[in-house]
């Protein structure tokens, strides 16, 4: 069976996988979306089983399976509407297709230079940000205390870090400076996550704000990863950073 045959398989099986999440009661909804999930990681590990091996390239693995875990604990704080799930399906649905896409053309040029490299690890970098952003919007509804928030925070950034880090080396081997870089990211989103216990701001507002941190981050160390980091790369990523700190800063409602 052809790749594209499999990425279409694939999917398929999660979307009405995903779709199916609703006729589930809400107590099992954690159990449901954990197994989802783990079904993500076998249908993603069957689609690209030619080019996985016990080397770095398993980290492609961990933006669909986050990607999935982030959409379908999404999911249950959406209005229970058809207007507003339906697209979210659709969403889905595409966005696992991309990662077919993004994460075969990881494993392919581990190996070999591939055209489509570029355009792969643009996608990628977008669809981490969408993931994280969908998981800190959960973990922020949660109203958890500040430590178990901010332990929460780290928890998820660490390996999407890592694989968004990886995908611009794509080295056969895991370094001790890509753990660590990731790592430090990590802990650095934890700490602005602690700020925003101390901020007045909603939700959304918050998770954005965090969405933007790890994209200057993330940016920043791909950057130094590829060999482009100039300085008008530096001033681009912190001046969107500065711009959106200023603006959440003024639509911010200080008065108690």
């Known amino acids: 069976m052809s790749k594209r045959k499999r990425f279409i ?11 199916g999440i609703q006729f589930f009661d809400d107590r099992y909804r954690f159990i449901v979306i954990a197994a989802l999930s783990l079904l ?5 590990t069957w689609s690209l089983i030619e080019g996985l091996g016990k080397n770095t390239t398993l980290l492609a693995l961990i933006l669909p399976t986050f990607f999935t875990l982030g959409v379908g604990l999404f999911w249950f704080l959406l209005p229970i509407t058809i207007f507003a799930r339906i ?3 659709v ?3 595409v966005g696992i297709y991309a990662l077919c896409l993004t994460t075969n053309i990881y494993t392919v040029a581990a190996i070999r230079t591939i055209a489509l490299l570029r355009a792969a690890r643009g996608v990628g970098f977008v669809l981490t940000l969408v993931t994280l952003f969908l998981l800190y919007d959960t973990i922020l509804s949660i109203r958890a205390p500040i430590y178990i928030s901010a332990a929460l925070v780290a928890l998820f950034s660490f390996p999407l870090f890592l694989q968004g880090l990886w995908s611009s080396s794509l080295e056969e081997k895991l370094s001790k400076n890509l753990i660590t870089t990731s790592l430090v990211f990590s802990l650095l989103i934890s700490q602005v996550s602690v700020s925003l216990f101390f901020w007045p701001v909603g939700v959304v507002v918050g998770s954005l704000f965090l969405t ?3 994209y200057v981050l993330l940016g920043l160390g791909q950057a130094k990863l590829e060999g482009r980091l100039f300085r008008q790369t530096i001033r681009e990523y912190l001046v969107v950073g500065m711009v959106v700190l200023v603006g959440i800063f003024l639509a911010t409602r200080w008065a108690s």
């Open 212 to 214: 933007v941190a790890v």
């Open 9 to 19: 398989i694939t999917s398929i099986i999660l979307s009405l996988g995903f779709a």
């Open 91 to 93: 969403f889905y649905g």
């Open 40 to 44: 993500t990681l076998a249908l993603f």
């Open 87 to 89: 697209p979210v399906i």
